[in-house]
DNA sequence: GCTTGCACCTGACGCGACGTCAGGTTGTAG
DNA sequence: CTACAACCTGACGTCGCGTCAGGTGCAAGC
């Protein structure tokens, strides 16, 4: 415990995991890696520590914690001059963009739980989640684009008109819906980029239910769409015969 | 492009791995580990996939892209009778439980963010993360201790009678502070279960600024607090000499 | 038929942050 | 002096691929 030479405390590797709730492979890997210098050795080549050792691998710790690489937390201890502030703006930026991935994600897990809780086939809920994680890549890579507010706009448009007609009384196969459920097939259609098993998907969704979050649109209203659409002839979508998906 | 048997569409590797978005490594990777059935090949050993690959890699895609691991997805994808809905309640839960640990870490990154744009010395800026860092292990892992509710009232109480002591115009220094100051520091010194290097880095934080999600002190607060502390006769808070760290 | 050149093949190593053996050595308490 | 725990090194495994390296297949133009 006490250094015969200097008279200082000292820790063994294993006290030194203990104090700072690391594991021993973890304090070798430190080493290995260069993050923790190279304690002195026992004539049997054991390490022993010291306090300074101690305080580096408590902030180690912290800092690890928040999610940095040992990388990024070894140029953060030994590099005066630099980082710091960059590497933690840097993280704090991809928390946050985690955390936002992350909350659509749990949007998404929700419905599919409780669509596995009420539906009872696999493959149905397999194909919603395959709807949803289609529209939020598509949604997300098409949100980029130049038209998209103009769409999304045009989409609540559609869907104030529609519920209109709903609370009007309309039947779904009167004129108006379906003037209105065939331009919301073809805004599908040009938004699924043609491909038929986003479409597929799509019309999964919407015989199920659509998650709230994506444009306002009511279970009700989006079953009132989907009679309006039932009462649609039927269109050729995609060039007949092409048998499933296909780059544009 | 048709194969001449069955005169059905087939697709080679590479333009399965566009279609899918996915990388010809990754569609090796999967066939490797067992997620995707060995095609058929050519008399070249070249793979030929057809439509119930292209399906079955579009459902892969989106479990993956859910978070699932490739063993799951497999068990989900072979496994009729089976897993679905408890796989995904369990990775529901993960990811709730990922998203709350997130949220904290936000506020930390937050706090240590403002901190070092103020703040120009790394080492002060480290030392904050470390106690903040410390207050939250410390803080779920008392958390379920038994006497946890009861601490965290008298926590409260105890601020809620600075404070009225702060609003009655009394000194830091008057007898009144002193005392609630000295059965804060002893909380404090219990918290931190003995340990100086806890206790230093919560100093540092009352210092600087304090988590306003802690217990709903302000910064006023704990201003009042720390000059009410600093009136105190110095105790020791410690058995002398102990160097540093210790386990209890 | 021959060449060109892209697409494809297998095999292997790398990443990040360690966990987990295996097989041998050291330190210390009794 | 002898147990026996603690320590040592080295190596392989994890997870989901990326990235070469060195060789082969396929389709098209000449």
């Known amino acids: 415990m006490k250094d015969r030479a200097t008279g200082r405390r000292h820790w ?8 700072t709730g690391l594991t021993v492979r973890t304090l070798h890997h430190y080493e290995h890696i260069g993050l923790l210098a190279p304690a002195p050795r026992t004539e049997g080549r054991q390490r022993r520590y ?23 937390i070894r140029s953060m201890l030994d590099d005066h001059r630099a980082a710091l502030v960059d590497v933690l703006r840097a993280h704090r930026a991809r928390v946050a963009a985690e955390l936002e991935r992350l909350g659509r994600l749990q949007t998404l897990l929700d419905h599919a739980c409780t669509q596995a809780d009420r539906d009872l086939d696999p ?12 529209v939020m890549r598509h949604g997300s890579a098409r949100r980029n684009g130049p038209a998209s ?3 999304e706009a045009r989409w609540r448009e559609l869907g104030a008109a529609l519920q209109a007609c709903m609370k009007a009384g309309e039947a779904p196969s009167a004129p108006r819906p379906r003037a209105l459920a065939r331009e919301a097939l073809a805004r599908i259609v040009e ?10 998907a799509l019309a999964h969704l919407r015989r199920l239910e659509f ?3 994506l ?3 009511s279970p009700a209203l989006m079953r009132y769409l989907d009679q309006a659409m039932a009462s649609l002839p039927k269109t050729r979508r995609a060039p007949a015969g092409r048998p499933s998906q296909e780059e544009p």
Chains 1, 2 share one sequence.
Do not use: N
């Open 50 to 72: 010291d306090a300074r050792d101690v305080r580096r691998l408590y902030r180690i710790r912290a800092l690890r914690d928040l999610g940095l690489s040992l990388a990024d």
């Open 149 to 151: 507010k103009d769409a």
């Open 12 to 19: 063994r590797i294993g006290e030194l995991a203990e104090a």
């Open 211 to 213: 998650p709230k979050d």
């Open 123 to 134: 493959e149905d809920v397999i194909a919603t989640i395959e709807a949803m994680s289609r």
């Open 191 to 200: 938004f699924s980029g043609g491909d038929r098993a986003t479409m597929e």
């Open 215 to 217: 444009a306002g649109w």
